[in-house]
T-cell receptor
Framework: AQSVTQPDIHITVSEGASLELRCNYS??????LFWYVQSPGQGLQLLLK??????LVQGIKGFEAEFKRSQSSFNLRKPSVHWSDAAEYFC??????????FGAGTTVTVRA | DTGVSQDPRHKITKRGQNVTFRCDPI?????LYWYRQTLGQGPEFLTY????????KSRLLSDRFSAERPKGSFSTLEIQRTEQGDSAMYLC???????????????FGPGTRLTVT
């Protein structure tokens, strides 16, 4: 069955420190991959996407993600976290049909 | 580009009542999706439309749920005889088919939070 896994439920990081959120997918073929961010009570905002080509993709708000086919991973990174980055982050994938399959999310807390 | 809008933002209803939610997609987006998100989980696909045609429905969409998109613009999601287990955030998204991969890029509305008491 197709699935997306985010191994970390909750991550706490200090402001200014680097952040990495893990995402693994299980699909027959490489799916299209996405990262979304959700602030409390809000909808989802698209941070970045991977379709093909360069395995390091840049997104909004200073985020980047690296696609690694050998590890079936698409990890999200940010070199220096700001307090406003506290939110829930979702990795998603789609293949063939158009529906997105989401991971369970990772909650990021930023401490001063 | 005004984004995807949803109405209402919050709905509290008593068990057994019917509720209807509305979604207005980004103009010119001909694909529209509904997802449900429960606390601590990622969104789960419910159904999607291409123009006015409903092309796929999840098994999560029981007989009490119905969605329409009568003129290929806005969509409504109705839940009949609500149950406490229906309490969730209902998210709408839209996309515009351009190059094949870009068709998968979905833009989400703020959601409707349903509480069934």
């Amino acid at each position: 069955a197709q699935s997306v896994t985010q191994p970390d439920i909750h991550i706490t990081v200090s402001e200014g420190a680097s952040l990495e959120l893990r995402c693994n997918y299980s699909y027959g073929a490489t799916p299209y991959l996405f990262w979304y961010v959700q602030s409390p009570g809000q909808g989802l905002q698209l941070l970045l996407k991977y379709f093909s080509g360069d395995t390091l993709v840049q997104g909004i708000k200073g985020f980047e993600a690296e696609f690694k086919r050998s590890q079936s991973s698409f990890n999200l990174r940010k070199p220096s976290v700001h307090w406003s980055d506290a939110a829930e982050y979702f990795c998603a994938a789609a293949s063939g049909d158009y529906k997105l399959s989401f991971g369970a999310g990772t909650t990021v807390t930023v401490r001063a | 580009d005004t984004g995807v809008s949803q109405d209402p933002r919050h709905k509290i209803t008593k068990r057994g009542q019917n509720v209807t939610f509305r979604c207005d997609p980004i103009s010119e987006h001909n694909r529209l999706y509904w997802y449900r998100q429960t606390l601590g989980q990622g969104p789960e696909f419910l159904t999607y439309f291409q123009n006015e045609a409903q092309l796929e429905k999840s098994r999560l969409l029981s007989d009490r749920f119905s969605a329409e998109r009568p003129k290929g613009s806005f969509s409504t999601l109705e839940i009949q005889r609500t149950e406490q287990g229906d309490s969730a955030m209902y998210l709408c998204a839209s996309s515009l088919p351009r190059k094949a991969a870009a068709s998968y890029e979905q833009y989400f509305g703020p959601g409707t939070r349903l509480t069934v008491t």
